[in-house]
């Protein structure tokens, strides 16, 4: 028995405690534009309006959206790193922050995270990892 996402994960930055553009489209039910001039760690994820093509796939299947910051990602990296020797990129790594972060109850229920892309330079991932020294 499989059951259909519940959530969309998205990403907002952490001097800004703002939500992210999937999860306001969601509760607005419709793409929802938001201009930002931020900068984060998961720029393979910072969009000014969620896709055409995707969005609808997240109003059919998902309930809600979830935020992490920076340093949820860069825990969630570090964790991958030292436990798995798995060196994924920020943007790839949401879920999995989302869940070491507590929120998503997780507690009895068999979960699939998928970590994607390796577009990393050394010298970030070393930064990424001192951050989330840093930040505990």
């Not at 800004?16 to 509760?27: A, G, V």
């Amino acid at each position: 028995l499989t059951h259909p996402l519940t959530h969309s994960l998205t990403h907002t930055h952490t001097h800004k405690n703002r939500t992210q553009i999937t999860e306001i489209s969601l509760k607005n039910k419709t793409r929802t534009r938001i201009k930002h001039e931020r900068t984060t760690i998961c720029d393979a994820l910072e969009v000014e309006i969620p896709g055409q093509i995707t969005f609808p796939i997240n109003m059919k299947n998902c309930k809600s959206g979830i935020s992490v910051t920076d340093q949820e990602v860069c825990r969630a990296m570090k964790y991958l790193y030292e436990e798995f020797y798995i060196k994924a990129e920020p943007s790839g790594c949401v879920s999995l922050a989302a869940i070491l972060s507590n929120k998503l109850n997780i507690m009895n229920k068999t979960v699939l995270v998928t970590i994607s892309g390796g577009n990393v330079d050394e010298e970030s991932f070393k930064e990424y990892l001192k951050l989330a020294e840093n930040h505990k």
